[in-house]
């Protein structure tokens, strides 16, 4: 319990943690476009493959706002960094946001090529990444956590 009170995030906001706040709108995005790369890829609807489209680019938005968040934790407290996982985590979130970037850039082609077959494996990986560098950082040391 000691140790997580020393591991408070820096960027906050009223004491809240920002980092935290922000997370959760870019893994819900990014896991709402895999699920609609598969609808697209099952039913070939332009609709669904849209769908990825926009929530890719709202995805990698808040993405960028919570890297920005989580970096300022990082650098801003050394005993985040002396963390086992900590770096990890900075490496794994960074390469799942690239990723992201290059899907969403992979989803400005016309509907097909743009899901099948290179957009939904660019959708796969980052929701494979995010609960692996995210489990040990929130619920084995609480960076991030209010207490």
Request: charge should be positive; hydrophobic fraction near 60%; glycine fraction near 8%.
């Amino acid at each position: 319990m000691q140790e997580a009170v020393r591991l408070r995030s820096t960027a906050q906001i009223a004491g809240h943690p920002i980092h935290p706040m922000l997370v959760p709108i870019p893994i819900a995005c990014f896991i709402g476009a895999l699920l609609t790369d598969i609808a697209y890829a099952v039913t070939a609807e332009i609709m669904w493959a849209n769908f990825s489209a926009w929530l890719l680019i709202v995805g990698v938005i808040f993405g960028v706002l919570a890297a920005i968040a989580g970096l300022t934790d990082f650098l801003g407290n050394r005993l985040v960094r002396a963390q086992a996982s900590a770096w990890p985590h900075l490496i794994g979130n960074a390469v799942a946001l690239i990723l992201a970037i290059v899907n969403a850039l992979i989803h400005t082609r016309d509907a097909w090529t743009s899901v099948w077959p290179t957009g939904l494996a660019l959708s796969v990986i980052p929701v494979l990444i995010l609960p692996v560098t995210g489990w040990a950082m929130v619920y084995r040391h609480g960076v991030g956590v209010a207490r």
